[in-house]
């Protein structure tokens, strides 16, 4: 599987904008990009996902590098309860067989100061 | 309201037993999902089934048994020869498998004494 790697920690403050980066240098052309977000002890939420061109919805912004190998999360103003375990994971077609398998790694711990 | 329903929450077993987790959704989802998590660490997938009376191995199957008899229902069956059991285990669920959200329910914790 295409590995992501991503930094072990950020800190950010309410209301401000928040960047959290993710390198997959081994992406394949049918890779998706799919964040999730987990906090303490509830099941993860996913947030967005993309394929080649950035991507927008409620939650967040998804950029994506022209070369595909990183892309950044975009949380426009950051609250309190954006504080969580964030996961950037890709979603692998292996053989023309896809069923959506999620490989989590160890995400990004986002800190949020009041 | 739809969603993932996860009963127990806490769940206590002594050494040696069989104990059987539940997972059911009401959002008419095909593929469900079987994650385990330890401290610090991401998840792991344990089991998935795409399709009613069908369902495969992911990462980490050894130890662990499930059935898929009905759309809404995936139950996962940790057994005596899982060596580690204590866990927070997830299960998800999503429209079809491939690259879809995937909706997680809020877990099941299992202690192992």
């Known amino acids: 599987d295409a590995k992501t790697t991503q930094p072990n920690s950020m800190e950010s403050n309410e209301e401000e904008p928040v960047h959290l980066p993710c390198n997959h240098s081994?992406?394949?052309?049918?890779?998706?990009i799919h964040w999730y977000r987990q906090l303490p002890s509830q099941g993860p939420e996913y947030v967005i996902h993309?394929?080649?061109s950035n991507v927008n919805n409620r939650m967040a912004s998804l950029a994506i590098a022209e070369d595909r190998k990183s892309s950044t999360l975009i949380l426009h103003r950051a609250t309190l309860r954006d504080a969580a375990v964030y996961y950037c994971?890709?979603?692998?077609?292996?053989?023309?067989?896809?069923?959506?398998?999620?490989?989590f790694g160890q995400g990004t711990i986002l800190t949020v100061h009041p | 309201d739809g969603g993932i329903t996860q009963s127990p929450k806490y769940l206590f077993r002594k050494e040696g037993q069989n104990v059987t987790l539940s997972c059911e959704q009401n959002?008419?989802?095909?593929?469900m999902y079987w994650y385990r998590q330890d401290p610090g660490q991401g998840l792991r997938l344990i089991y998935y089934?795409?399709?009613?009376?069908?369902?495969q191995k992911g990462d980490i199957a050894e130890g662990y048994s499930v059935s898929r008899e009905k759309k809404e229902s995936f139950p996962l069956t940790v057994t005596s020869a899982q060596k580690n059991p204590t866990a927070f285990y997830l299960c998800?669920?999503?429209?079809?498998?491939?690259?879809?959200?995937?909706?997680f329910g809020p877990g099941t914790r299992l202690t192992v004494l």
């Open positions: 081994t992406i394949s052309g049918t890779d998706y």
């Open positions: 994971i890709l979603t692998t077609n292996a053989g023309g067989t896809s069923y959506g398998k999620l490989t």
């Open positions: 959002l008419n989802h095909d593929a």
């Open positions: 089934s795409q399709i009613v009376n069908d369902f």
């Open positions: 993309g394929l080649t």
């Open positions: 998800a669920s999503s429209p079809t498998s491939g690259n879809n959200e995937q909706f």
